[in-house]
């Protein structure tokens, strides 16, 4: 693959199954990556910053962010920042966002990353949202991409263009399983799970959407789970 130095992109990476597709689709678009990972008080915040680091080191990104955002912890709101709030086992409910939902994170973190672009003179941000497949969170739709994307130009130097891309929006689990095996995306190192850090839990919406997408796809995920 030939690199284009002067094509920059900012990609949002987890280090997460989704946002790590995302970025190697990224970087098979020859542009050259600029990875920022956010420490927001999520349970599981120390495993998904080492799989964060593992990722960048495979795609062999000079230049990362790790951007602390401890508020999310102080408004709560979710399970994912709020210990007082119990991680559903239950699995997805369809037209009811589940209380995983960090309010407006996806927002929060493609502001953030439109300054860092805006600085970078990125022409591009990667984020892994799914919308066909996922937990129904409303700030992972196409709509409110293209919307926010405008709100980021209109709001930036008129020199700063800056295109969103969603490579995942309206694929299943199944076909970003898929998709990221032929890539040769290192599954691996990334970590999906919302409750636990040494042996992912298996029965949380994010463990339950991923494995559902590696049973479809007949494959066998290489992470380790509880109980397995």
Same mark, same amino acid.
């Given at each position: ?22 970025? @190697? ?5 020859? @542009? ?42 102080? #408004? ?8 007082? #709030?119990?991680? $559903? ?47 129904? @969170? $409303? ?12 709100? #980021? ?32 995306? $290192? ?10 850090? #040494? ?25 380790? @789970?509880?109980?397995?």
């Amino acid at each position: 693959m030939k690199h284009n130095f002067d094509k920059k992109a900012v990609v949002i990476l987890s280090g997460g199954m989704d946002s790590t597709l995302s970025s @190697y689709i990224a970087k098979n678009s020859g @542009y050259e990556l600029i990875a920022i990972h956010f420490n927001y008080g999520q349970r599981t915040q120390d495993r998904e910053l080492k799989a964060f680091r593992d990722i960048c080191q495979e795609l062999n990104v000079l230049n990362k962010y790790e951007i602390d955002i401890p508020f999310f912890s102080q #408004i709560g709101a979710s399970a994912l920042t709020d210990k007082t #709030i119990e991680v $559903p086992t239950s699995g997805v409910e369809k037209g009811i966002v589940p209380v995983t939902y960090v309010p407006f994170r996806n927002g929060i973190f493609l502001s953030i990353a439109s300054a860092i672009a805006e600085k970078e003179n990125a022409s591009a941000m990667y984020i892994g949202v799914v919308q066909e497949d996922s937990s129904g @969170y $409303p700030d992972c739709t196409d709509t409110f991409i293209k919307s926010i994307e405008k709100a #980021i130009n209109e709001g930036t130097k008129e020199q700063t263009k800056i295109q969103i891309v969603t490579p995942l929006v309206h694929l299943s689990k199944k076909e970003i399983v898929q998709e990221a095996i032929k890539l040769n995306v $290192p599954l691996n190192l990334t970590w999906s799970c919302y409750k636990e850090e #040494i042996e992912a839990c298996g029965v949380c919406d994010s463990c339950r959407l991923r494995l559902n997408g590696f049973f479809e796809a007949n494959q066998q995920d290489p992470i380790k @789970y509880k109980g397995n």
